[in-house]
């Protein structure tokens, strides 16, 4: 008889021995009080103090609404990842007052002036206003604007913004993940977001490191006004790492709405990827944040015309002061972006886009929630069924909490719940996303694999002793084969099926892509050209509930690849969809007496995204 595969992942999250590896949960991206957009949008209250405790599963005060919130399930790690750029500097003038000292009468006054209105936007809950006109002008595209794009505004510019108020939240941030992190019971890792933005284009980078607050103090976060240049942040982060003796990451988020930017085949600057180039991205980029709040990165219909799951939380609005149509292009979608590697590698040797993937939220409530049934918003101010309505504005419509995605969720299978195995696990690429439930899965490929190898206990042992996890790499083999498990979240709903996603290069050297579906649930039967029939839908659109009537609680496979070439470099990752679920908007309208969400769907179907694994001929395989 099959071993019941929930048991052997179980097995694998809660002992370390049996698979030397846990599964642990958490967001690598999170927005307090501390950063100034947060604050300027009513997140008055909720410092990394709350957000930490929220993560841990306390019960914490809403810092708009001021009612009691809590977690449904703890998290195992939390980074809070406030803004470098104005750090701690809004909330400190609106709580103590513009500092005048060494300023003139007639730069004070301007000072004071300035001052006074933005506290009276904030008091007045119009501060969202005041920080769009921080934002860039779309008029200009990169790399033209790029040194421009430097978050200045003709209102906040006058503000004096003493560099100590941020030396001084830093040491309180790191403080307070020192004083949350347990080793192997919770981990609070240190972090910040550089947020480079030039014309719109989102090039954000989450950096986290494993290092404690007294190593972390020795040095300033890395911001937008030091260097809009992603070549910048890297060549910084090599030096900062090699005078602390500090370990660092950074994590591409929101390529969806990065205008082609991110995942390019050329720097910022417009020039050619340099041999330097890509050895720096490649050393400090392992992973990409493939979901959150503000969209959906995966992929794209425009580029994966016969997906029928793509365009899955589509954001189409850009971070600037006015709106513009959103234009998805190639560099916006991660899928894309390993397709390009392969087709980089094949023209100079070196592929920069080896990304595994990982999920988090980008909440800026300091609170880490991807619940659909406990969303709390991207924003303090949307995180009432009131406020999330669809807005609009003489440009154009603008984004509502109603477009925002309660999402995701980073999932790290590593050796123990501490900062410096989480970040192994990261740099080792063996992580996936989800948009929020808490599915588990395994990948391992290799060569050899057969169903035989599901009948037995001892299946994680032997896949760990004859292949490489998700983020490996594969050397010249026969045929690769992959043995997949996947395990609902146990709260949520059912699986619907397994699909791997493939990309290769073909024989002129142009990357292609398939999806092929290796397990699903019930007894339908696949149809000719590979297609599998609508698992079905069992929502309620009165009540918001689903009836776990339909789907699988856990399903497995072990898949070889039909049209593998030996002479093809390629990666394959997987993707796990679940049934049909209420999504938050919907959920939101029911609760304001509503049938549906304006121009949004009323059910969604929940996903997991694992890294890939790669076939190199002639590569020798690694983990």
Request: aromatic share 10%.
């Amino acid at each position: 008889m099959r071993t019941s595969f929930v048991f052997m992942l179980a097995l694998a999250t809660t002992n370390p021995a049996a698979a030397e590896r846990q599964l642990l949960w958490g967001d690598t991206h999170l927005h307090t009080a501390y950063s100034s957009d947060a604050y300027t949008n009513n997140n008055l209250t909720g410092d990394p103090d709350t957000a930490y405790r929220y993560a841990q599963g306390l019960p914490v005060v809403h810092p708009y609404h001021k009612a009691r919130v809590q977690i449904a399930t703890p998290l195992d790690f939390l980074a809070v990842t406030d803004h470098a750029e104005f750090l701690g500097e809004i909330r400190n003038i609106h709580l103590n007052g513009v500092d005048t000292s060494g300023l003139g009468i007639w730069d004070s006054i301007k000072a004071t002036v300035a001052g006074y209105a933005l506290n009276w936007a904030i008091d007045n809950g119009s501060g969202r206003d005041l920080f769009v006109s921080v934002l860039p002008d779309p008029d200009v595209s990169p790399p033209d604007d790029a040194e421009a794009s430097t978050l200045q505004s003709s209102d906040l510019s006058l503000l004096p913004m003493p560099r100590q108020v941020e030396i001084d939240t830093w040491r309180a941030i790191t403080d307070t993940a020192d004083k949350y992190n347990q080793p192997g019971v919770f981990t609070a890792l240190i972090g910040w977001e550089w947020s480079s933005l030039p014309g719109g284009a989102n090039l954000h980078r989450i950096v986290l490191t494993d290092s404690d607050s007294i190593a972390a103090q020795q040095y300033d976060p890395f911001g937008l006004d030091d260097s809009p240049y992603p070549e910048d942040l890297w060549a910084w982060l090599e030096e900062t790492s090699e005078k602390t003796g500090t370990r660092f990451t950074a994590i591409p988020h929101n390529s969806n709405i990065s205008k082609g930017y991110m995942f390019s085949d050329t720097s910022l600057r417009g020039e050619p990827f340099t041999e330097e180039y890509v050895a720096l991205r490649s050393k400090w980029e392992r992973v990409a944040e493939i979901t959150q709040i503000k969209g959906d990165s995966e992929s794209h219909s425009t580029f994966s015309p016969e997906d029928e799951f793509t365009d899955f939380e589509v954001y189409p609005y850009y971070i600037q002061r006015k709106w513009t149509p959103y234009k998805p292009q190639r560099g916006d979608f991660v899928r894309e972006a390993l397709k390009r590697g392969l087709e980089l590698e094949h023209k100079l040797g070196k592929n920069p886009y080896t990304l595994g993937v990982i999920g988090s939220t980008d909440a800026h409530t300091a609170l880490s929630s991807a619940e659909e049934d406990n969303f709390h918003g991207k924003l303090a101010t949307d995180s009432i069924p009131a406020n999330k309505t669809a807005k609009f504005s003489d440009d154009g419509p603008g984004a509502s909490g109603w477009a925002m995605s309660a999402s995701g969720m980073a999932a790290v299978w590593a050796r123990d719940n501490t900062r410096a195995d989480i970040l192994d696990a990261l740099e080792r690429r063996e992580v996936y996303a989800t948009t929020g439930p808490r599915m588990v899965v395994q990948v391992y490929g290799g060569s050899g694999f057969t169903e035989a190898d599901l009948e037995t206990g001892e299946t994680l042992a032997s896949a760990t002793a004859r292949g490489v996890p998700m983020g490996g790499t594969l050397g010249p083999v026969e045929t690769p084969s992959f043995i997949v498990l996947a395990a609902k979240d146990t709260t949520g709903a059912n699986l619907d099926r397994i699909q791997i996603v493939k990309g290769w290069l073909d024989a002129s050297g142009q990357s292609r892509e398939k999806i092929f579906n290796i397990a699903w649930s019930d007894d339908r039967q696949m149809n000719a050209d590979g297609s599998l029939p609508a698992v079905g839908n069992t929502v309620d659109l009165e009540t918001g509930q689903v009836e776990n009537s339909i789907g699988a609680a856990e399903l497995a496979a072990v898949w070889s690849d039909p049209e593998f070439d030996t002479s093809q470099a390629a990666f394959y990752y997987v993707r796990v969809l679940q049934i049909p679920t209420a999504r938050h908007s919907l959920l939101d309208a029911i609760a304001l007496g509503m049938e549906h969400a304006t121009d949004q769907p009323d059910t969604i179907q929940e996903r997991a995204y694992t890294s890939s694994i790669w076939y190199r001929p002639g590569a020798p395989g690694e983990g």
